[in-house]
């Protein structure tokens, strides 16, 4: 193990009078915090940083959890529930202490609620919004101070769901779609800090979202049965079974992770799918969106002006000089 393998040569180095040497060495491996990276995606992106030599603190906040991630080469566990402010100042604390600073932040910890909007009870959209929404904002405004620091990244893992919704996915894109917000507004506040900040919008990957997500419902005795949107429930009750299984290789979505920190030039949005299905499904409800905005109101643009928004939008992303 890393920590066993450094206290060895830190004992080594010491005892030859190199002892300050391994310590900047250590200190110089670039440290990474992700939120609820016990499974799933964060499991995922833990695994890979820490395979591609960073130092990664992985939020989790089962014992069971936070010893396995304490057994793999350069991870740390850290007991971190992004609902509980006393635990975000002490993991702040535990990374200030270790002396590495923090070059990465991954706001990855989630949660999904299916439930009608106009059924939903107050609780379980509070548990949505709580975790969902004020866990990124409580993380982020925590650690903010360490990343200006570093004039390190952000990253905040988004949706497709922040494009997309529909009939009791409400409370889910909600979260995703303030997302979208937040990163637009956070990247204007951390440019002038040297600080970037990168939007991950994945489509259906394998995690325990949907597992959790069931069980939760189970706890609290909700059923498609009791809904007036039953066939809407079926449907969404079916989709969140198959996230164990039948979905994306999580895999991409760390690879999508890893290039937001760590390319020297990291886009803004990184739209991370499985199937061509969900990129045409994401990108022709964005053009819908578009055109409804624009259809018949005071300053409507036609045709051929929106075409060429579109084609200097395609060239300022491809960063070709617009005339």
């Not at 491996?29 to 030599?53: D, F, H, P, Y």
């Not at 936070?66 to 990374?95: F, M, P, S, Y």
């Not at 937001?260 to 991370?272: E, G, S, T, V």
């Not at 990108?283 to 300053?299: L, T, W």
């Amino acid at each position: 193990m890393i920590r066993i393998s450094a206290l060895l040569l830190i004992t080594i180095m010491a005892l030859t009078g190199h002892s300050t040497a391994i310590a900047d060495a250590t200190h110089d491996q670039k440290a990474v915090l992700i939120t609820g990276a016990s499974s799933g995606l964060g499991r995922a992106m833990a695994e890979t940083m820490a395979a591609n030599g960073y130092f990664v603190y992985a939020g989790a906040r089962k014992d069971e959890d936070l010893k396995e991630l304490n057994a793999i080469e350069n991870i740390q566990g850290v007991r971190l529930d992004v609902n509980k402010q006393e635990q975000i100042d002490a993991a702040v604390k535990t990374i200030t202490d270790a002396g590495r600073g923090l070059y990465g932040l991954v706001n990855n910890a989630g949660v999904v609620v299916v439930q009608p909007l106009i059924e939903i009870e107050e609780q379980d959209f509070d548990f949505q919004m709580n975790v969902n929404v004020y866990g990124p904002y409580r993380v982020t405004r925590a650690f903010a101070p360490l990343i200006i620091e570093s004039k390190g990244r952000i990253s905040i893992i988004g949706s497709i769901s922040g494009t997309l919704s529909s009939a009791t996915w409400g409370p889910y894109s909600m979260t995703k779609f303030a997302m979208e917000a937040y990163a637009d507004a956070l990247a204007d506040e951390m440019k002038s800090f040297g600080v970037d900040v990168s939007l991950i919008e994945p489509g259906a990957y394998r995690s325990n979202i949907g597992k959790s997500a069931l069980e939760r419902m189970d706890e609290r005795n909700q059923s498609a049965d009791s809904s007036q949107l039953k066939t809407a429930m079926d449907e969404s009750v079916n989709w969140l079974s198959l996230f164990e299984n039948d979905h994306g290789d999580p895999a991409e979505v760390a690879d999508a992770v890893m290039k937001a920190l760590f390319d020297d030039n990291p886009k803004p949005r990184y739209l991370i799918v499985p199937t061509q299905e969900q990129a045409y499904w994401t990108i022709n409800r964005a053009i819908e969106r578009m055109v409804e905005q624009n259809h018949d109101q005071k300053y409507s643009f036609d045709r051929d002006a929106l075409i060429e928004m579109l084609d200097a939008a395609l060239a300022k992303q491809s960063g070709e000089v617009v005339q």
